[in-house]
Protein backbone atom coordinates (compact mmCIF):
# COMPACT_ATOMS: atom_id res chain seq x y z
CA UNK A 1 0.00 0.00 0.00
CA UNK A 2 1.62 3.58 -0.83
CA UNK A 3 2.13 5.27 2.20
CA UNK A 4 3.10 8.65 0.39
CA UNK A 5 1.31 12.36 0.41
CA UNK A 6 -0.84 12.23 -3.14
CA UNK A 7 0.26 15.04 -5.28
CA UNK A 8 -3.02 16.47 -5.31
CA UNK A 9 -3.08 17.11 -1.51
CA UNK A 10 -6.17 14.72 -1.10
CA UNK A 11 -4.44 11.87 0.49
CA UNK A 12 -2.00 12.27 3.77
CA UNK A 13 0.18 10.31 5.65
CA UNK A 14 0.68 11.27 9.16
CA UNK A 15 3.08 8.92 11.35
CA UNK A 16 2.18 5.62 8.98
CA UNK A 17 -1.32 6.17 8.66
CA UNK A 18 -2.91 7.13 5.50
CA UNK A 19 -5.30 9.84 5.65
CA UNK A 20 -8.59 10.90 3.18
CA UNK A 21 -11.42 13.33 3.43
CA UNK A 22 -15.00 12.09 1.79
CA UNK A 23 -18.43 13.51 1.68
CA UNK A 24 -21.01 10.44 1.89
CA UNK A 25 -24.23 11.42 -0.52
CA UNK A 26 -22.12 14.61 -1.64
CA UNK A 27 -22.73 16.69 2.18
CA UNK A 28 -21.38 14.29 4.79
CA UNK A 29 -18.07 14.27 5.71
CA UNK A 30 -16.06 11.01 5.98
CA UNK A 31 -12.92 10.99 7.34
CA UNK A 32 -11.10 7.51 6.63
CA UNK A 33 -7.78 6.10 7.69
CA UNK A 34 -5.64 3.14 6.48
CA UNK A 35 -2.30 1.73 7.82
CA UNK A 36 -0.22 -1.69 6.99
CA UNK A 37 1.07 -3.02 10.04
CA UNK A 38 2.23 -6.28 8.14
CA UNK A 39 2.86 -7.12 4.63
CA UNK A 40 -0.29 -9.06 4.37
CA UNK A 41 -2.47 -6.56 6.64
CA UNK A 42 -4.47 -3.23 5.76
CA UNK A 43 -6.15 -1.83 8.35
CA UNK A 44 -8.76 0.75 8.07
CA UNK A 45 -10.93 3.07 10.44
CA UNK A 46 -13.20 5.97 9.75
CA UNK A 47 -15.35 8.61 11.48
CA UNK A 48 -18.28 10.41 10.33
CA UNK A 49 -21.85 11.36 11.60
CA UNK A 50 -23.06 7.77 10.67
CA UNK A 51 -22.60 4.22 10.88
CA UNK A 52 -23.69 3.77 7.24
CA UNK A 53 -21.38 6.55 6.25
CA UNK A 54 -18.56 5.53 7.78
CA UNK A 55 -18.80 1.98 5.98
CA UNK A 56 -19.16 3.42 3.24
CA UNK A 57 -16.35 5.71 3.24
CA UNK A 58 -14.09 2.37 4.43
CA UNK A 59 -15.66 0.36 1.54
CA UNK A 60 -14.38 3.57 -1.03
CA UNK A 61 -11.05 3.81 0.50
CA UNK A 62 -11.00 -0.10 -0.07
CA UNK A 63 -11.71 0.50 -3.92
CA UNK A 64 -9.10 3.03 -4.41
CA UNK A 65 -6.19 1.16 -2.56
CA UNK A 66 -7.14 -2.16 -4.63
CA UNK A 67 -7.14 -4.47 -1.39
CA UNK A 68 -10.12 -6.84 -2.90
CA UNK A 69 -8.36 -7.17 -6.19
CA UNK A 70 -8.33 -10.88 -6.82
CA UNK A 71 -4.82 -11.05 -8.22
CA UNK A 72 -3.95 -14.67 -7.66
CA UNK A 73 -5.08 -15.92 -10.92
CA UNK A 74 -2.90 -13.27 -12.52
CA UNK A 75 0.15 -14.03 -10.91
CA UNK A 76 -0.40 -17.92 -11.37
CA UNK A 77 -0.56 -17.00 -14.96
CA UNK A 78 2.39 -14.86 -15.81
CA UNK A 79 4.75 -15.22 -13.04
CA UNK A 80 7.26 -16.76 -15.20
CA UNK A 81 6.54 -14.51 -18.17
CA UNK A 82 9.45 -13.63 -20.11
CA UNK A 83 8.90 -9.86 -19.30
CA UNK A 84 6.78 -8.72 -16.13
CA UNK A 85 7.51 -12.29 -14.82
CA UNK A 86 10.22 -10.71 -12.65
CA UNK A 87 8.68 -8.11 -11.48
CA UNK A 88 5.58 -10.35 -10.90
CA UNK A 89 7.32 -12.36 -8.44
CA UNK A 90 9.21 -9.98 -6.96
CA UNK A 91 5.95 -7.57 -6.08
CA UNK A 92 3.72 -10.00 -5.93
CA UNK A 93 0.90 -7.68 -4.28
CA UNK A 94 1.59 -5.24 -6.54
CA UNK A 95 -1.84 -3.58 -7.36
CA UNK A 96 -3.42 -0.98 -9.55
CA UNK A 97 -4.20 1.88 -7.74
CA UNK A 98 -7.22 4.31 -8.20
CA UNK A 99 -9.65 6.96 -6.95
CA UNK A 100 -12.24 6.22 -3.98
CA UNK A 101 -14.71 8.05 -6.48
CA UNK A 102 -15.10 7.67 -10.32
CA UNK A 103 -15.47 10.78 -11.26
CA UNK A 104 -12.71 11.86 -9.62
CA UNK A 105 -10.83 9.77 -11.88
CA UNK A 106 -12.06 11.10 -15.04
CA UNK A 107 -11.70 14.73 -13.83
CA UNK A 108 -8.00 14.03 -12.91
CA UNK A 109 -7.85 12.10 -16.17
CA UNK A 110 -8.73 14.87 -18.06
CA UNK A 111 -6.49 17.40 -16.48
CA UNK A 112 -3.71 15.36 -17.08
CA UNK A 113 -3.80 14.88 -20.74
CA UNK A 114 -1.15 15.51 -22.53
CA UNK A 115 0.95 17.65 -20.01
CA UNK A 116 3.55 16.63 -17.55
CA UNK A 117 2.24 14.92 -14.39
CA UNK A 118 3.75 17.72 -11.70
CA UNK A 119 1.80 20.83 -13.88
CA UNK A 120 -1.52 18.67 -13.90
CA UNK A 121 -0.84 17.57 -10.30
CA UNK A 122 -0.94 21.89 -9.73
CA UNK A 123 -3.94 22.50 -11.62
CA UNK A 124 -6.06 19.89 -9.38
CA UNK A 125 -4.61 21.09 -6.27
CA UNK A 126 -6.06 24.65 -7.44
CA UNK A 127 -9.58 23.26 -8.52
CA UNK A 128 -9.03 21.40 -4.99
CA UNK A 129 -8.44 24.90 -2.94
CA UNK A 130 -10.77 26.79 -5.01
CA UNK A 131 -14.04 24.17 -5.42
CA UNK A 132 -13.42 21.29 -2.99
CA UNK A 133 -14.50 21.03 0.44
CA UNK A 134 -12.67 21.33 3.53
CA UNK A 135 -12.73 19.49 6.38
CA UNK A 136 -12.11 22.69 9.75
CA UNK A 137 -11.05 20.10 11.93
CA UNK A 138 -8.45 18.64 9.57
CA UNK A 139 -7.33 20.77 7.25
CA UNK A 140 -8.21 17.62 4.70
CA UNK A 141 -9.64 19.17 1.53
CA UNK A 142 -11.86 16.86 -1.23
CA UNK A 143 -12.21 16.73 -4.82
CA UNK A 144 -14.73 18.83 -6.64
CA UNK A 145 -18.64 17.08 -7.03
CA UNK A 146 -19.65 16.81 -10.63
CA UNK A 147 -22.33 19.06 -9.73
CA UNK A 148 -20.21 21.79 -8.80
CA UNK A 149 -18.06 21.77 -11.59
CA UNK A 150 -21.16 21.40 -13.39
CA UNK A 151 -21.76 25.28 -12.97
CA UNK A 152 -18.78 26.62 -13.28
CA UNK A 153 -17.76 28.95 -16.06
CA UNK A 154 -14.60 27.41 -18.19
CA UNK A 155 -13.21 30.84 -17.84
CA UNK A 156 -12.69 30.10 -13.52
CA UNK A 157 -11.01 26.61 -14.48
CA UNK A 158 -8.51 28.29 -17.08
CA UNK A 159 -7.55 30.94 -13.90
CA UNK A 160 -6.06 27.15 -12.60
CA UNK A 161 -4.40 27.02 -15.59
CA UNK A 162 -6.44 24.19 -17.32
CA UNK A 163 -6.47 24.83 -21.06
CA UNK A 164 -9.18 26.34 -22.67
CA UNK A 165 -10.63 23.43 -24.28
CA UNK A 166 -9.87 21.08 -21.51
CA UNK A 167 -11.75 23.65 -19.11
CA UNK A 168 -14.54 23.05 -21.63
CA UNK A 169 -14.71 19.24 -21.82
CA UNK A 170 -14.42 18.85 -17.78
CA UNK A 171 -17.54 21.07 -17.66
CA UNK A 172 -18.99 19.26 -20.34
CA UNK A 173 -17.94 15.57 -18.51
CA UNK A 174 -19.45 17.14 -14.80
CA UNK A 175 -22.69 17.92 -16.40
CA UNK A 176 -22.76 14.38 -18.32
CA UNK A 177 -22.37 12.73 -14.73
CA UNK A 178 -24.43 15.83 -12.50
CA UNK A 179 -27.47 15.21 -14.37
CA UNK A 180 -27.50 11.82 -14.52
CA UNK A 181 -26.75 10.83 -18.00
CA UNK A 182 -23.95 9.17 -17.15
CA UNK A 183 -23.96 6.67 -14.22
CA UNK A 184 -20.60 6.25 -13.54
CA UNK A 185 -21.28 3.28 -10.91
CA UNK A 186 -23.57 1.44 -13.73
CA UNK A 187 -22.36 -1.80 -14.46
CA UNK A 188 -22.23 -1.09 -18.14
CA UNK A 189 -19.25 1.32 -18.33
CA UNK A 190 -19.22 1.42 -22.02
CA UNK A 191 -22.65 3.07 -22.05
CA UNK A 192 -21.08 5.89 -20.27
CA UNK A 193 -18.05 5.58 -22.52
CA UNK A 194 -19.64 6.31 -25.66
CA UNK A 195 -21.63 9.72 -24.61
CA UNK A 196 -18.39 10.36 -22.53
CA UNK A 197 -16.33 10.17 -26.02
CA UNK A 198 -18.91 11.97 -27.98
CA UNK A 199 -17.07 15.26 -25.98
CA UNK A 200 -14.65 17.04 -28.00
CA UNK A 201 -11.37 16.66 -25.72
CA UNK A 202 -12.21 13.49 -24.26
CA UNK A 203 -10.54 10.61 -26.16
CA UNK A 204 -9.42 7.18 -25.69
CA UNK A 205 -6.62 7.50 -22.99
CA UNK A 206 -8.96 9.40 -20.36
CA UNK A 207 -11.68 6.79 -21.29
CA UNK A 208 -8.81 4.56 -20.15
CA UNK A 209 -7.83 6.10 -17.12
CA UNK A 210 -11.38 6.34 -16.06
CA UNK A 211 -11.98 2.98 -16.52
CA UNK A 212 -8.51 1.90 -15.18
CA UNK A 213 -8.08 4.11 -11.78
CA UNK A 214 -11.86 4.81 -11.37
CA UNK A 215 -13.72 1.69 -12.05
CA UNK A 216 -11.29 -0.92 -11.61
CA UNK A 217 -11.48 -2.18 -14.99
CA UNK A 218 -7.74 -4.25 -14.92
CA UNK A 219 -8.43 -5.30 -18.49
CA UNK A 220 -8.40 -1.69 -19.84
CA UNK A 221 -4.45 0.38 -20.67
CA UNK A 222 -4.63 3.82 -21.06
CA UNK A 223 -2.30 2.80 -24.28
CA UNK A 224 -1.62 6.30 -25.34
CA UNK A 225 0.14 6.87 -21.81
CA UNK A 226 3.72 8.23 -23.01
CA UNK A 227 5.41 5.79 -20.68
CA UNK A 228 3.78 3.07 -22.81
CA UNK A 229 4.65 4.50 -26.09
CA UNK A 230 8.12 4.46 -25.07
CA UNK A 231 8.26 1.37 -23.69
CA UNK A 232 6.74 -0.71 -25.96
CA UNK A 233 8.73 1.22 -29.05
CA UNK A 234 11.89 0.46 -27.13
CA UNK A 235 11.48 -3.10 -26.68
CA UNK A 236 9.90 -3.44 -30.72
CA UNK A 237 12.62 -1.24 -31.84
CA UNK A 238 15.64 -3.10 -30.73
CA UNK A 239 16.52 -1.24 -27.43
CA UNK A 240 16.42 2.29 -29.87
CA UNK A 241 15.83 4.91 -26.77
CA UNK A 242 14.21 6.88 -29.42
CA UNK A 243 11.74 4.79 -30.90
CA UNK A 244 7.85 5.36 -30.23
CA UNK A 245 5.36 3.18 -30.83
CA UNK A 246 1.32 3.76 -31.75
CA UNK A 247 -1.09 3.36 -29.40
CA UNK A 248 -2.74 0.16 -31.81
CA UNK A 249 0.87 -1.15 -31.13
CA UNK A 250 0.75 -0.57 -27.70
CA UNK A 251 -3.04 -2.19 -27.38
CA UNK A 252 -1.32 -4.74 -29.73
CA UNK A 253 1.42 -5.61 -27.95
CA UNK A 254 -0.23 -5.95 -24.27
CA UNK A 255 -3.20 -8.23 -25.55
CA UNK A 256 -1.98 -11.57 -24.68
CA UNK A 257 -2.12 -10.32 -20.88
CA UNK A 258 -6.03 -10.01 -21.29
CA UNK A 259 -8.32 -9.62 -19.18
CA UNK A 260 -5.23 -7.91 -17.15
CA UNK A 261 -3.73 -5.56 -19.35
CA UNK A 262 -3.75 -2.65 -16.81
CA UNK A 263 -2.32 -4.35 -14.38
CA UNK A 264 0.69 -5.83 -16.68
CA UNK A 265 1.27 -2.97 -18.28
CA UNK A 266 2.13 -1.37 -14.32
CA UNK A 267 4.21 -4.52 -13.94
CA UNK A 268 6.20 -3.63 -17.44
CA UNK A 269 6.51 0.28 -16.75
CA UNK A 270 8.02 -1.03 -12.88
CA UNK A 271 10.68 -3.32 -15.29
CA UNK A 272 11.30 -0.79 -17.60
CA UNK A 273 11.65 2.21 -15.37
CA UNK A 274 8.60 3.84 -17.04
CA UNK A 275 7.55 7.23 -14.44
CA UNK A 276 3.79 6.56 -15.56
CA UNK A 277 3.79 3.51 -12.62
CA UNK A 278 3.83 5.80 -10.43
CA UNK A 279 0.14 7.22 -11.51
CA UNK A 280 -1.59 4.16 -11.07
CA UNK A 281 0.83 1.81 -8.59
CA UNK A 282 -0.56 0.27 -4.69
Given at each position: ?????????????RG?????????E??M????R??????????????????????????RMR???????D???????F????L??R??R?????R????????E??????C??????S?A??????L??R????C???????????????????A??Q????S???????V???????????D?Y?????????????I???G??????????G?????????G???????V?R?????DPW????E???????A?????A??????A?????G?????V??
Amino acid sequence: MPLRNGLDGLTRVRGGVLHRLLHYEADMPVLVRAAQPAGDRVVFGARAATREAAEWGIERMRWALGVDQDIEPFYDRFRFDPLIGRSVRSVPGLRVGGKPEPFEALAWAICEQLIEFSRAAAIERRLIARLGRRCSVTGLRDAPTASVLAGQAPALLQSCDLSGGRAVALVRAAREVATGRVDLYDRDHERGWRRLRAIPGIGSWTIQMLALTGQGRLDQLPCGDVGYLKLVGRLQGGGDPWARATEEEVEEFFAPYAPWAGLAGLHALRIGGGAAASRVAA
